[in-house]
């Protein structure tokens, strides 16, 4: 029987990239709280969070959701029998909490200061789920000769 230290071991190893990439995110948010926005460090750190933002979305989203046809998605499971609409909404369950969540940070931006110090870093959260978001449609039509998702896609 395994003790609790290789159960943690097998937790941190099967989960290293999505702690990494969020307690990096939290880093960055930490040294945001306690800097200066107007000097280059706090500029940065800023930036860096609306970045990491993105990384642990794309790890942890494209980890447990679908969009049928994307190369940026995990595959879609064998049909199960779903109903039909149950199963559109699992084959594109990516795209739907995209949407969902971009139209939250929308509105949060909106109603925020943008010259702020937080309206600048949400500013910039919404560019990175656009981005994201983007890339998720883009890749399921268009490919890009010798790129590893584009040959998934094939």
């Excluded at 960055?28 to 926005?37: A, K």
């Excluded at 107007?38 to 980890?63: E, P, R, Y």
């Excluded at 109903?83 to 925020?112: E, N």
Aim: overall charge positive.
């Amino acid at each position: 029987m395994a003790n609790k230290s290789d159960q943690a071991r097998t937790f941190i190893h099967r989960h290293s990239l999505g702690v990494a990439a969020v307690a990096i995110l939290i880093l960055w948010i930490v040294l945001y709280i306690f800097s200066d926005p107007s000097t280059h460090l706090g500029s940065f750190f800023g930036n860096a969070i609306a970045d990491w933002s993105g990384v642990v979305v794309t790890v942890l989203a494209t980890k447990y959701m679908y969009e049928k046809g994307s190369a940026e998605s995990r595959r879609c499971p064998v049909d199960t029998g779903l109903r039909p609409f149950r199963k559109w909404i699992r084959d594109h369950s990516l795209t739907i909490f995209l949407v969902i969540t971009g139209i939250g940070w929308v509105a949060l931006y909106a109603y925020m200061n943008s010259e702020a110090k937080w309206g600048q870093v949400v500013g910039n959260i919404v560019s990175e789920w656009t981005q994201i978001f983007g890339m998720v449609l883009l890749t399921k039509r268009l490919i890009e000769p010798h790129s590893k998702e584009s040959a998934k896609a094939s």
